[in-house]
Every structure is written in structure tokens, then in C-alpha cells.
Nanobody, 126 residues
């Protein structure tokens, strides 16, 4: 079983940047596809970005394409989400997720993930 802990959230002005980290323990994430999701108040949890085990394949929600970058360092057992040009609409709790994988693909649906972190708040002021 893998445990996930997110960090790096905070308050930032519109147009600013943040880098979220997701540190895994209990298992090596090289065997896991990873994803970032977010949930704003009153809204469903939605996918932000996803990455395959190797990092060779990535997925981005249309709303963050060109602004956010997902990456992973399997040696450090950590996944990152670099967020640039932040908008007020990016305000949400951001969650890291993991799913053991043998296919080498990414997963973009929340029901596909078995393991979740506790989330980190990102607040963008307009």
C-alpha cells in the first residue's frame, strides 16, 4: 500500500506560480501511474493532470494545458505539479493519486485510482 502526502499549496496572486509535490511512501512509485486532481467548493473532484509510470506519457485537462506541468522523480518517490499563470478559477484543494499499473499508460478518471493523499489548498487571489 502506498501513502501519499501533498505539499506546496498556499495563497498566490493571479498570474503567479506554485509547485506542488506529492511524496510517496510504503511502495516505490515506479510501479504506479500518478495523477493530480482538484476539488473546488461545491464542485466535483476533477482531473488536472496524469502521468504514466515512466513519465513518458502525460495528460492534461483542457483548462490547464500550457500552464501546468506534471513530472515525476521515481528515484525520489515524488511527483510534482508545476502551476504557472494561475487563475482565480484554479482555486481548489489539490489531491495526488496513485494506481498500480502494468500497462504503462496514464489514468485520467478519478475512479481509476485506488490511493489518495489528503490534499493541499491552493488559493488564487484575483
Amino acid at each position: 500500500q502506498v501513502q501519499l502526502v501533498e505539499s506546496g499549496g498556499g495563497l498566490v496572486q493571479a498570474g503567479g506560480s506554485l509547485r506542488l509535490s506529492c511524496a510517496a511512501s510504503g511502495r516505490t512509485i515506479s510501479n504506479y501511474a500518478m495523477g493530480w486532481f482538484r476539488q473546488a467548493p461545491g464542485k466535483e473532484r476533477e482531473v488536472v493532470a496524469a502521468i504514466s509510470r515512466s513519465g513518458g506519457s502525460t495528460y492534461y485537462a483542457d483548462s490547464v494545458k500550457g500552464r501546468f506541468t506534471i513530472s515525476r522523480d521515481n528515484a525520489k518517490n515524488t511527483v510534482y505539479l508545476q502551476m504557472n499563470s494561475l487563475k482565480f478559477g484554479d482555486t481548489a484543494v489539490y489531491y495526488c493519486a496513485a494506481e498500480r499499473d502494468v500497462s504503462g499508460r496514464y489514468y485520467s478518471k478519478k475512479y481509476e485510482y485506488s490511493y489518495w493523499g489528503q490534499g493541499t489548498q491552493v488559493t488564487v487571489s484575483s
